[in-house]
């Protein structure tokens, strides 16, 4: 699935698990309203969206 897609599907599924919020290695991810908002500082590493059960399983 190409990249934007990903995004934006996670952007608009997402259930605040969390579990990406630990795997940012720039720490710049946080939980708001019950969804994952990523801030400033993110280097597009993609290590939040490997991890992501709504990409995974979704
Ligand atoms: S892509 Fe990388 S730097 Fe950006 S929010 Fe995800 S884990 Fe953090
Ligand atoms: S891992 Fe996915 S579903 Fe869980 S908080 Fe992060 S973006 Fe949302």
């Given at each position: 699935m190409h990249r934007v897609e990903l995004s934006i599907r996670r952007t608009l599924e997402c259930?605040?698990?969390?579990?990406?919020?630990?795997?940012?290695?720039?720490?710049?991810?946080?939980?708001?309203?019950?969804?994952?908002?990523?801030?400033?500082?993110c280097v597009y590493c993609r290590k939040c969206i490997e991890v992501c059960p709504v990409v995974?399983?979704?």
């Open positions: 259930h605040g698990c969390g579990v990406c919020v630990g795997k940012c290695s720039n720490d710049v991810i946080v939980i708001e309203g019950g969804v994952a908002v990523i801030g400033d500082g995974k399983f979704g």
